[in-house]
């Protein structure tokens, strides 16, 4: 599988081009999952977030993925595949050209993504792009930190690990305090591990397993 790992989405040119020269073809020419999951899991969200993220109608110029133009756009809500026969769901994922993985929640959303099977069948998924929003981008992540886990303080902070990297989002985003540049230096250094910590208008890329950051704003590799 192709990962783009964001913190905000698709935001500017650079990483559109990006997540095309991934696709191998137009983003109009492509078909994509949403993949709402991780909000259900997160305390400050609710079903008007879901709702506007999915439908793409979040209100001051907030990015939403589905918006990008595609072909077909789907839901592929974990919760739900464990009550559909795996011959039903598979062939959607299989199908798709793109993931589009939203925020929320990042330890939540990596046990629904175990406890769905969609785990399992990321491996045969060789030319499918995953694009990682926020805690989309985090739960593929070895750990997140406590500072990140909002569904059970104190629980493990563990996710998916399928980059050996882990990954503070938003930096620097205006009026949260908790998303400095201090609190990122404070964070990688209790992980101890390497780290990126990325604003919303930088993605990175992972490919075969060489990594690139594409950016139009800020970003800081930590514990290198």
Known sequence: MKLLLTSGGVTNDSIRR?????????????????????QWGQPMCSPETVWRSTAGTWPDGIPSPVELGWRSVGVLELTALPTIAPERWMPWVRQADALLVDGGEAVYLAEWIRTSGL??????????VWVGI????MALTP?????????DPGGTDETLGLVDFSIFPH?????????????????????????YAIDDQTAI???DGAVEVISE????????
């Open 143 to 151: 750990r997140v930190g406590p500072e990140f886990v909002d569904r």
């Open 171 to 195: 930096l620097d985003y205006p009026g949260w305090t908790g998303n400095t540049t201090a609190a990122a230096h404070r964070w990688a250094a209790a992980l101890g591990a390497r780290a």
């Open 119 to 128: 785990g399992d069948l990321l491996p045969e998924l060789e030319d499918t």
């Open 134 to 137: 926020s805690a989309g981008s």
């Open 205 to 207: 890329r992972v490919v």
């Open 18 to 38: 990006t997540l095309e020269e991934m696709l191998g073809k137009p983003i109009a020419d492509s078909s994509a999952l949403f993949v709402p999951t991780a």
């Open 217 to 224: 704003g800020t970003w800081e590799l930590l514990n290198a």
